[in-house]
């Protein structure tokens, strides 16, 4: 167990290291996650200090402001930064209940992002039907009753039960003589 909390502490550790922090000129801070998001990338903010339960992040960069929530002087919440804005840094305004944080954020080209056609396909689709599409004459319900072999079978059946009660009645009639 210990070996797990000392993990724990250093992914924290190191979350809060790498990750870049505004200071308020009443000690609150703000921090953004990931430092430098991509077009369309989700953003998380953490804005500390406050004494409010809600504040508002706003940027040219974010496609809307974003709207902070928590308890205990710690806000948190999360945005999306427009797919369409060209990389650089903006501007990002959180306003609290008791203060204000001006911060930056640097927005940076996707490389994953290569322009492509959209996928279509090269052929028709194979949309089957399986089995039923060749055997669909198997699957047409027939009217069909008893054959040979069914009638067969119930008159030995008949002829079995027969002399079962003929054999049970002659051995009783034996007992009472």
């Not at 040219?60 to 710690?74: C, H, I, K, M, P």
């Not at 840094?89 to 209940?97: E, H, L, M, P, R």
Request: contains cysteine.
């Amino acid at each position: 167990m210990g070996s797990l909390r000392l993990t724990l502490c250093t992914a924290v550790l190191a979350v809060a290291a790498f990750t870049p922090v505004a200071q308020a000129a009443n000690g609150g801070s703000v921090s953004v996650t990931p430092s430098s998001p991509a077009p369309g990338a989700d953003l998380a903010l953490r804005v500390t200090g406050c004494a409010g339960k809600t504040a508002t992040a706003a940027s040219a960069a974010f496609v809307a402001d974003a709207r902070l929530t928590g308890a205990g002087g710690s806000l948190a919440g999360e945005t999306r930064v427009r797919s369409s804005i060209a990389p650089g840094s903006y501007d990002v305004k959180i306003t609290c209940a008791d203060f204000e944080v001006k911060g930056r954020i640097t927005v940076v080209a996707d490389k994953s992002a290569t322009p492509t056609a959209p996928a279509s396909p090269a052929a028709p689709v194979n949309a089957g039907g399986g089995w039923t599409a060749t055997h669909l004459s198997a699957m047409q319900p027939r009217a069909t009753g008893p054959g040979t072999g069914h009638a067969v079978t119930g008159l030995v059946l008949a002829g079995v039960a027969a002399v079962a009660v003929v054999l049970r009645s002659s051995r009783r009639s034996r007992r009472t003589d």
